[in-house]
């Protein structure tokens, strides 16, 4: 039984971690968080995600997943903490990875001969090879002395709301700093992963990751532009799409009030900041995503009274999931509030409302909000607003950043 240490539990490591150990290897998941470490030590997931709470439980069950708050020794050791950014100077953004050289030098007390070392998280061109640089200063620092060890970034590329299926059924990248390291890599993740899985150095599979992320940006960025010329030539931006997607090699993705979650507004960052003089489009499309949500909330303004009540339907990054954290839509909502306006938020998914908007919104249902409000911000194009109808709204303004609703 292969044994596998996963640090950081998070929307990747843990489902990694689960499905690592309902195939049959031994795992230890690692995180830094007391909380983390009791709800999934009981069986359960911290994270929202259809099936995980299943998996979960039938991997701790099977008492192949075990949890702990530091690492311990195993064969292989999957890092997948955040790697968020910092604001730095004339509005660029630097990656902060603070979260990664912690649990690379924590592995310096535990690592042996022949361990691969994995590097999951979202990262700069050159990350594995400093986390390579950290395991060593730590095991220098021990006065440890290991041979041979391995490393390898194999980045993850699954959708949430999709994690468990993508994880088996997306095709996978393992570039390694040797091709040793990459083959040893494919090893562990073809115990799980169906689809085909590629072998590459570590830079090339570091900046594929953020080439993905970064080309749904500019995709998006490039609807959200055609929106705002649609707005103005009085054209219905999703007919155009529709029509313009007809085209055999054309394919626009769909405007909205912005560009949120983790992943697709952090990532382009990585690439400009590693190449500020070479990314005048990367960089462009960040500022048209990011200057979407202050377009939308003075649409939703234009021609309102002072002091009117306002629904925004919808406040999550993305439809269909609870996680409101970087999420275009409340910037939209806290927006309308600073103008002055009653804001009636519904959002299925959400128990309260985010720190921002509390106590200057109310969370109502959406047969509350349609009795109540003088005017409507359709944000999430969520299911359970696909029933809505303009007849609903009964002629009051209503601005539609999903191109959800029919007449
Ligand atoms: N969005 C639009 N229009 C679209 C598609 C998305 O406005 O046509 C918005 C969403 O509403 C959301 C944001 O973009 O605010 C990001 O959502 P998403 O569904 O595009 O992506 P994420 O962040 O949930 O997941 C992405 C995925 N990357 C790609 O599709 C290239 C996923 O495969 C990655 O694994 C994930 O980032 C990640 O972890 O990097």
């Not at 998070?10 to 709800?39: E, F, N």
């Not at 194999?154 to 091709?179: A, K, S, W, Y």
């Not at 992963?193 to 090339?204: Q, Y």
Request: hydrophobic share 45%; aromatic share 4%; with cysteine.
């Amino acid at each position: 039984m292969r044994n596998v240490c996963v640090l950081g539990l998070g929307y990747i490591g843990l489902p990694t971690a689960s499905v690592l150990a309902t195939r049959g290897c031994s795992v230890l998941g690692v995180d830094v968080s007391p909380q983390v470490l009791a709800v999934v030590g009981s069986g359960r997931a911290h994270v929202a995600e259809p099936d995980l709470d299943v998996l979960v439980r039938a991997a701790v069950g099977s008492g192949n997943l075990r949890v702990a708050p530091t690492p311990a020794p195993a064969e292989v050791f999957i890092i997948a903490v955040p790697t968020p950014f910092r604001d730095g100077p004339g509005g660029s953004r630097t990656p902060d990875l603070s979260f990664v050289e912690a649990a690379a030098r924590s592995l310096a007390s535990v690592v042996a001969d022949g361990n691969l070392v994995i590097l999951e998280s979202t990262s700069p061109v050159g990350t594995t090879e400093k986390v390579r640089a950290w395991v060593e200063e730590g095991l220098a620092a021990a006065g440890r002395r290991v041979s041979g060890l391995l490393y390898a970034h194999c980045p993850e590329r699954v959708l949430p709301g999709q994690v468990l299926r993508e994880l088996v059924t997306n095709d996978r990248i393992c570039g390694g700093l040797t091709p040793e390291a990459s083959a040893r890599a494919r090893d562990l993740y073809a115990g799980f992963c169906t689809a085909r899985i590629f072998l590459t150095d570590a830079r090339t599979a570091e900046l594929a990751k953020l080439a993905e992320n970064a080309y749904r940006d500019v995709n998006i960025a490039y609807a959200n532009e055609l929106a705002a010329v649609c707005e103005r030539v009085g054209v219905d931006v999703w007919e155009l799409i529709a029509l313009a997607n007809r085209h055999p090699r054309v394919n626009i993705l769909r405007p909205g009030p912005g560009v949120g979650g983790h992943c697709v507004a952090v990532d382009p960052w990585f690439i400009v900041d590693a190449a500020p003089d070479r990314t005048p489009l990367i960089r462009a499309a960040r500022a048209v995503n990011d200057g979407r949500p202050a377009a939308v909330a003075s649409r939703v303004l234009e021609g309102l009274a002072p002091g009117a009540t306002v629904a925004c339907l919808g406040l999550a990054f993305k439809p269909d999931v609870d996680d409101l954290r970087e999420s275009p839509a409340v910037i939209v909502a806290a927006r309308l509030a600073d103008a002055g306006c009653r804001v009636l938020a519904v959002e299925p998914h959400a128990r309260e409302l985010p720190e921002v908007l509390r106590g200057r919104a109310e969370l109502v249902k959406l047969e509350d909000a349609l009795a109540r409000a003088d005017a409507f911000a359709l944000l999430v194009d969520h299911r359970a607003f696909a029933g809505l109808r303009l007849s609903d709204l009964r002629g009051r303004p209503f601005t539609d950043t999903r191109g959800m609703v029919r007449s």
